[in-house]
């Protein structure tokens, strides 16, 4: 990993911390100059769904470990098990995903 995006709110001196201290592209994603209602960003939705997708992991809904490492070990289970149930289904490609003719 080299790029990471960010809200507005990590904007300043984390940006020069990550790439000094993790060798990270910090990208701030805001919003568009003048907009007051909801608008989708670029990028992290993706960020935003993922997360969703975690939570549906029953344990990963509410966080009931002690220590941090077995909170992130509980999330590495829950992306492993939905990257294996995506990459071994018999039809792969969603219907929406499908390519329009035309």
């Known amino acids: 990993m080299t790029q990471v995006w960010a809200n507005r709110g990590y904007a300043g001196e984390l940006v020069d911390w990550a790439r000094e201290r993790l060798w990270l592209t910090l990208r701030i994603v805001s919003r568009p100059e003048g907009t007051k209602d909801f608008v989708v960003l670029p ?5 935003e769904r993922t997360i969703g997708w975690c939570m549906n992991a029953r344990r990963n809904a509410r966080d009931y470990e002690r220590l941090p490492r077995h909170s992130e070990a509980h999330l590495n289970w829950a992306l492993i098990t939905m990257m294996t149930r995506r990459l071994t ?8 995903a499908k ?4």
């Not at 018999?90 to 929406?96: I, L, Q, R, Y």
């Open 43 to 47: 990028h992290r939705w993706k960020v």
């Open 89 to 96: 289904r018999k039809n792969p490609a969603a219907s929406w």
């Open 99 to 102: 390519k329009r003719s035309g």
